[in-house]
């Protein structure tokens, strides 16, 4: 029999198609090929992502998803980090193992370690060098393009990636015999009887999330020494053109010292968190966390107070990085360092709501600057470091206008202001200012755990979580209504956050290591109230599948000013 389809394309045209029983969404795809832009590398078949090796098999809806959306964007990565794999072990044995480590913009910094076993020889008898004291492949540009082009051979071939089912329990074993513990662990928690493994001419691993049909999907790719390891570099926007890396070792090291705080605390992936709960050690953990945290704000005070030219710590980050819990924590600590700190919003400087620029679609634009008088913040921030009193605005919300109320701002010889908003890093904004007033922060949520070995943990999806469970909270926002506006917060993000971050004197980690365990239990029923014919409801899916990886873990005994209380409540602060 043949199924009646109705197929959407890019430029809206609807199509009525029969397709003949057992044809493969791949034959479908490449029928369509022309009518867009960027590869195909996923289908939506009745409001459900399909891969493309899987056969249609009853009537309905159906449309394509591309390498530049962002499931495809998603898919065509781990699909690259399947490809790698099996081109490291051809080179370096079957001994040797990938780590995946951080996220670096639009790549993965990446190691490979060889076993004692295994020495310095490799697969194909290369000459491999490992970085004195450890087990680390010390990376020569030689030695990259000798990957590079493996890969670049496995994707001419145009080998299949094939799926196949398989017991949790037998999963749970076959990566423990093969030495890749973390993901052994992570299967030792799931709750599914089943799990998913793919299959890559003999190198066998587990996704979190779908995978392409075969390698010759995967030509554009690139890869880069870094430091201990290589950056393997991904397509940006058109799908096409890999981006370069972009990036410093402040960026780097930040997140290499939270990945070392993971590993003293011993949780360094989902699975090892989880066996930390399961063993009574929840409690102990966040005390952990929470000290060296503190520690890390008390030494940043510090630094700050030791130089008195320092007049306007300017705070900003992306959303949901805990900034006003992080402001709040460093003014009691420059407090307790001789400081007299005054908080100061960039939002009080919003310009009256009927001058605030427009999106294309006529809704304000709130994250531009332009949203904000500059001229008169300017004004207000020159006179105070003048020495002079200023009458300091506030912003009604409700009204949509700027207010004063009387609160005037003196500063004198040990007072500072912190400045958090999300153009606190661009010097167009305290354009008068002298640069060895201001001392810069680039606060984030760069989560250090990572699923497992192969998996890094998407730091959005942290963010995402925080902010469903926090506007739930506090703006009766439903879940559903956040992840409509998450991609027009992300775009915010990264035309007015992310190009200056690299512009700060000091790059803060805000994200906890035990947080997601918490948030799991806010953020579930709230995604599990998303219909499943609404258009956020795949990525509601897939948040629910993401969390239950993680075991649940009680806010009782959290600190009252820690920060992942911004987001679930009960902090001393006002957030």
């Known amino acids: 029999m043949d199924y009646e ?165 037998d999963a749970e074993a076959l990566f423990e015999e093969k030495g890749m513990h973390d993901k052994a662990r992570l299967f030792h928690y799931r709750r599914s009887s089943r799990v998913n493994l793919y299959n890559l001419a003999g190198v066998e691993d587990y996704f979190y999330g779908y995978m392409a049909p075969s390698t010759g999907m995967l030509k554009y790719f690139d890869l880069e020494p870094y430091e201990d390891g290589f950056v393997i570099l991904f397509p940006g926007k058109d799908g096409k053109t890999v981006e370069p890396l972009n990036t410093s070792n402040k960026l780097f090291h930040t997140l290499k010292q939270s990945r070392d705080w993971s590993r003293m605390l011993g949780v360094g992936t989902i699975g090892a968190l989880n066996e930390a709960l399961t063993m009574g050690k929840g409690q102990e953990l966040m005390l952990l966390q929470e000290a060296m945290m503190e520690e890390q704000i008390g030494n940043l005070a510090a630094k700050i107070a030791a130089d008195r030219d320092k007049k306007f710590v300017m705070i900003a980050g992306p959303s949901s990085s805990g900034k006003t819990s992080f402001a709040n924590r460093l003014s009691m600590q420059l407090t307790a360092k001789g400081l007299k700190p005054h908080p100061v919003s960039l939002d009080d400087y919003y310009v009256d709501r009927v001058n605030c620029p427009k999106n294309p679609d006529g809704s304000y634009d709130f994250e531009c600057l332009e949203s904000l008088d500059v001229e008169q913040f300017n004004i207000d921030m020159s006179k105070l470091l003048a020495g002079e009193e200023v009458d300091m605005p506030s912003f009604n919300f409700k009204t949509g206008k700027r207010e004063y109320k009387g609160r005037i701002l003196k500063l004198g010889a040990e007072d500072v202001l912190v400045i958090e908003g999300i153009h606190g890093l661009n010097d167009k904004l305290s354009y008068t200012l002298p640069a060895e007033s201001k001392f810069k922060i680039y606060i984030s949520a760069l989560t250090q755990l990572n699923i497992d070995e192969h998996n890094p943990l998407p730091t959005t999806d942290g963010r995402l979580i925080r902010r469903i469970v926090r506007d739930a909270r506090t703006r009766g926002t ?23 971050q690299e512009s700060a004197d000091v790059m803060f980690n805000s994200a906890l290591v035990y947080e997601l365990a918490v948030l799991k239990v806010y953020a579930e029923p709230l995604l599990f109230q998303i219909p499943r014919d609404c258009p956020e409801y795949l990525e509601a899916k897939r948040l629910l599948k993401f969390l239950d990886y993680f075991l649940p873990m009680p806010t009782e005994g959290i600190h009252k000013n820690s920060l992942v209380r911004e987001f679930v409540g009960g902090s001393c602060f006002n957030v």
């Open 5 to 169: 389809m109705t197929l959407e394309l890019p430029n809206g045209e609807i199509q009525e198609i029969l397709i003949p029983e057992e044809t493969k969404i791949l034959e479908i795809a490449q029928n369509y090929s022309e009518e867009y832009d960027s590869d195909i590398i996923l289908a939506t078949v009745n409001g459900k992502l399909r891969e493309l090796n899987k056969e249609v098999d009853r009537s309905g809806n159906m449309s394509f998803v591309t390498v530049t959306d962002r499931d495809g964007k998603k898919t065509y990565r781990r699909s690259v980090m399947l490809l790698l794999q099996k081109a490291v072990q051809k080179i370096y044995g079957s001994e040797s193992y990938l780590r995946v480590l951080y996220s670096l913009g639009e790549g993965y910094y990446c190691e490979i370690h060889l076993s004692a076993e295994n020495g310095t020889a490799c697969g194909e008898k290369c000459e491999s060098s490992l970085i004195p004291g450890t087990n680390k492949v010390k990376f020569s540009p030689q030695e990259i393009e000798h990957i590079r082009t493996h890969m670049e051979v496995l994707c001419e071939q145009n080998l299949p990636i094939t799926k196949h089912s398989v017991k949790t329990q």
């Open 478 to 500: 439903s879940a559903r209504e956040t992840i409509a506006m998450w991609p027009s917060v992300r775009k915010g993000e990264e035309q007015n956050i992310f190009p200056f």
